[in-house]
C-alpha cells in the first residue's frame, strides 16, 4: 500500500470495521444513528457517485450539505477517490 493511501483519512472507517468496532455508533443526528459499517457503506457509495459523474483526483468540489450524516459520508467519499472537497455552510444567520 502506498504512503499516500495509508495517510488517506477516508480509510480511518475501513480501520474501525477491520478492528471490530462496524456496529459501533459512528455519528448521531437526532433520532438517526448510523454505524462505523454504515458509514463506510455511506461513503463507499458517494465515492462511487463522485466517480460516475466524472470528478478526478485532486479536483475540488463544493458540499452544500446540512448537519447530517449525508455530509460525513460525502466528505470521506471524495477524499476516498482523492478529491478535495470543500464545505460551505447551508445556514449563514447574520
Request: charged share 25%; hydrophobic share 45%; with cysteine.
Amino acid at each position: 500500500m502506498s504512503e499516500a493511501r495509508r495517510r488517506n483519512i477516508s480509510l480511518f472507517l475501513d480501520h474501525q470495521v477491520e478492528q471490530g468496532r462496524g456496529d459501533h455508533t459512528a455519528v448521531i443526528c437526532g433520532d438517526e444513528r448510523v454505524t462505523y459499517g454504515g458509514l463506510l457503506a455511506r461513503s463507499c457509495r458517494a465515492a462511487a457517485a463522485l466517480r460516475d459523474i466524472g470528478i478526478h483526483r485532486e479536483e475540488r468540489i463544493l458540499l452544500l450539505l446540512d448537519d447530517t450524516p449525508a455530509f460525513p459520508a460525502v466528505f470521506l467519499g471524495a477524499i476516498r477517490i482523492g478529491a478535495v472537497p470543500v464545505p460551505v455552510p447551508v445556514n449563514c444567520d447574520g
